[in-house]
């Protein structure tokens, strides 16, 4: 237990004890919080710039280990502080009720004795003057009736119940709080393990579920609120406010768009330590039972397989997201936040090289066809090379931000990426999202340009046409097959930023009206005019030719390195005109 609960504890109890240690976990988890993003972005960097070889590699690899235990202190940290606060709340209401049984027996002229037990005077109202003792009560017992009963001794039996009954209360919440504080001990080792993560997991939940009277005083997020309302709702807490739904809610803080890029990164980046371990877990488990059913692997069972197989691509992505968010500093790769990550269906991950929040320039691109988790390290590095491309032809004094969005589940067959379903599905999607980046914006606006590849230029197309007012400055269309409309005009922004620009030897991109690439179009191509051709009324930029070998190489050449559309494409984020193309219409 965390006190003695007795009356003469619970009287001389200041809640704020209590409230002041919340707030030192608090500072505490802030401390482990800055120190991971020291390590992160200062130090392993400053390292890495000076110093090589197989040492800088083994100390690498330690201290991204010990940011892990900075990240973990600081989940258990926070954790520790809102079930504080809890406590000190649940208490604070034991003591107000003994306070006023207190207070108001005092005012009817009953002593309140040392123990909680209430002692009444004699009353003498009796015919004849006969006089009826008084006495000591305690809580506990019911009121008394008949004749012969001294008025004053239920009075007091009334009142030492309610202090008892305060008491009881506040043993209660002693109890409950006392068992989760002692489930939020962490290890007595350095090492976080999978564990670990996952036990963080059922501390949240089980703190969560304690501190319901807690939370009622802090505001819920609007239910499925617009990015304005997540943001004003996310404004109007205080900072202990945040911090405690922050610690307690940190998987869905990470989705509200609207909120501040980098408290959607610190929650996403537990989902992502907390997901990985949990896969790596359950694959542990599925692969005990396999080798158990046939330890020489003769007699696997096929469903064990398929999940084993299932888990291994999820956890490929995963990986794969921890190892960028791990290569700040390199190549000159700014700090990389995570806005966006799960394994639902091929899974989906939102990377941003640099802060959002802060650049002059926003791009975000939106990825095609075959697009998914276990694979998406190539995907953020286009969004890392338009990023450095960008920043060494552009304004050094201006800063910038690369988004990578999979925020949608991308086709994965040519029976769906015949079909606007998907499209129709991600563009409301990606409309939010975007709307959430000019929201938690700070300063001036950015210069956000929208890039579309492949299908997902249909997505980036439809959400354009659908938004009289879409929140994007300019468009880039790569590799497309069309955008949903015919006409440039149609898409909300001014014809003069909607830049398109294909390889001649891009398949996807020059879909004939019929062939066997195209077996679904009749006379049309499936998606609208191409977006390159005059009559769409967009602006041209030049692209490389690529190779005709294998058939779709050219459907991935625009971001190969220094070419001439990275290149192209980068002086369009910059807001000026391509090296190569056609001419301004």
């Known amino acids: 237990m965390i006190l003695a609960v007795d009356y003469a504890t619970l009287k001389a109890l200041k809640p704020s004890d209590f409230e002041n240690a919340a707030d030192g976990?608090?500072?505490?988890?802030?401390m482990a919080s800055q120190a991971k993003d020291d390590l992160y972005n200062q130090i392993i960097p400053g390292m890495q710039k000076s110093l090589r070889g197989e040492a800088l590699d083994a100390a690498v690899r330690q201290l991204r280990d010990l940011s892990k235990?900075?990240?973990?202190?600081?989940?258990?940290?926070?954790?520790?502080?809102?079930?504080?606060?809890?406590?000190?709340?649940?208490?604070?209401?034991?003591?107000?009720?003994?306070?006023?049984?207190?207070?108001d027996a005092t005012d009817a002229h009953l002593q309140v004795r040392e123990d909680g037990s209430i002692s009444y005077a004699a009353w003498s109202g009796q015919p004849g003057n006969v006089s009826i003792p008084g006495g000591i009560v305690s809580g506990g017992t019911p009121l008394v009736q008949g004749p012969g009963i001294n008025p004053n001794h239920n009075a007091a039996q009334t009142y030492a119940n309610r202090i008892s009954e305060a008491v009881k209360e506040a043993t209660e919440v002693d109890t409950k709080w006392s068992a989760k504080l002692k489930n939020l001990e962490a290890d007595d080792d350095l090492t976080v393990s999978d564990?670990?993560?996952?036990?963080?997991?059922?501390?949240?939940?089980?703190?969560?579920?304690?501190?319901?009277?807690?939370?009622?005083?802090?505001?819920?997020?609007?239910?499925?609120?617009?990015p304005e309302?997540?943001?004003?709702?996310?404004?109007?807490?205080?900072?202990?406010?945040?911090?405690?739904?922050?610690?307690?809610?940190?998987?869905?803080?990470?989705?509200?768009?609207?909120?501040?890029?980098?408290?959607?990164?610190?929650?996403?980046?537990?989902?992502?330590r907390a997901s990985t371990a949990r896969w790596e877990m359950e694959r542990e488990r599925l692969v005990m039972m396999r080798d158990l059913i046939s330890p020489d692997g003769r007699y696997v069972s096929s469903s064990i397989a398929s999940k084993i197989r299932d888990i291994d691509k999820k956890l490929a992505g995963l990986?794969?997201?921890?190892?960028?968010?791990?290569?700040?500093?390199?190549?000159?790769?700014?700090?990389?936040?995570?806005?966006?990550?799960?394994?639902?269906?091929?899974?989906?991950?939102?990377?941003?090289?640099?802060?959002?929040?802060?650049?002059?320039?926003?791009?975000?691109?939106?990825?095609?066809m075959n697009t998914k988790l276990e694979t998406i390290g190539s995907d953020i590095?286009?969004?890392?090379?338009?990023?450095?491309?960008?920043?060494?032809?552009?304004?050094?004094?201006?800063?910038?931000?690369?988004?990578?969005?999979?925020?949608?589940?991308?086709?994965?067959?040519?029976?769906?990426?015949?079909?606007?379903?998907?499209?129709?599905?991600?563009?409301?999607?990606?409309?939010?999202?975007?709307?959430?980046?000019?929201?938690?914006?700070?300063?001036?606006?950015?210069?956000?340009?929208?890039?579309?590849?492949?299908?997902?230029?249909?997505?980036?197309?439809k959400m354009l046409s659908g938004d009289e007012t879409p929140p994007v400055d300019a468009v880039i269309f790569v590799g497309?097959?069309?955008?949903?409309?015919?006409?440039?005009?149609?898409?909300?922004?001014?014809?003069?930023?909607?830049?398109?620009?294909?390889?001649?030897?891009?398949?996807?991109?020059?879909?004939?009206?019929?062939?066997v690439y195209n077996p679904w179009s009749w006379g049309e191509r499936p998606f609208g005019?191409?977006?390159?051709?005059?009559?769409?009324?967009?602006?041209?930029?030049?692209?490389?030719?690529?190779?005709?070998?294998?058939?779709?190489a050219a459907h991935s050449l625009y971001w190969d390195e220094n070419s001439e559309s990275l290149k192209n494409m980068a002086l369009i984020v910059n807001g000026e005109y391509p090296m190569t193309g056609g001419e301004p219409q």
């Open 69 to 103: 235990n900075f990240q973990y202190a600081q989940v258990e940290c926070g954790l520790i502080s809102a079930a504080l606060n809890a406590f000190a709340l649940e208490l604070r209401l034991a003591k107000v009720k003994l306070d006023l049984a207190v207070g």
């Open 381 to 461: 590095e286009r969004a890392e090379s338009l990023y450095t491309h960008s920043v060494a032809l552009g304004d050094p004094d201006k800063k910038y931000a690369s988004l990578m969005w999979l925020g949608y589940d991308a086709p994965q067959n040519p029976v769906a990426v015949a079909k606007e379903d998907l499209a129709n599905q991600g563009s409301p999607v990606l409309n939010d999202f975007l709307d959430g980046l000019q929201v938690s914006h700070q300063g001036e606006p950015a210069n956000d340009t929208l890039l579309g590849h492949s299908y997902g230029s249909l997505v980036s197309g």
């Open 195 to 226: 564990r670990d993560w996952i036990n963080t997991r059922h501390d949240m939940r089980s703190t969560l579920k304690g501190a319901a009277d807690y939370l009622n005083l802090i505001l819920e997020p609007p239910k499925d609120g617009t």
């Open 529 to 552: 005019v191409d977006p390159t051709e005059p009559r769409f009324g967009g602006q041209q930029f030049g692209v490389q030719d690529g190779s005709k070998w294998p058939p779709f």
């Open 319 to 368: 990986n794969q997201v921890q190892q960028h968010l791990d290569s700040t500093g390199e190549k000159s790769i700014p700090e990389l936040y995570l806005l966006g990550i799960d394994t639902e269906k091929n899974g989906h991950a939102i990377v941003s090289v640099g802060n959002p929040d802060e650049a002059d320039n926003v791009t975000t691109y939106v990825p095609g």
């Open 25 to 30: 976990y608090r500072k505490a988890g802030s």
């Open 480 to 515: 497309s097959p069309g955008v949903g409309v015919d006409h440039a005009a149609d898409l909300n922004v001014p014809p003069e930023n909607v830049w398109a620009g294909k390889s001649r030897n891009d398949l996807v991109a020059s879909l004939p009206t019929r062939s």
């Open 229 to 272: 309302e997540n943001a004003k709702w996310w404004e109007g807490l205080t900072e202990e406010q945040r911090s405690d739904y922050l610690s307690l809610n940190l998987a869905t803080v990470g989705t509200l768009d609207g909120l501040p890029s980098e408290v959607r990164d610190e929650g996403n980046r537990y989902s992502l």
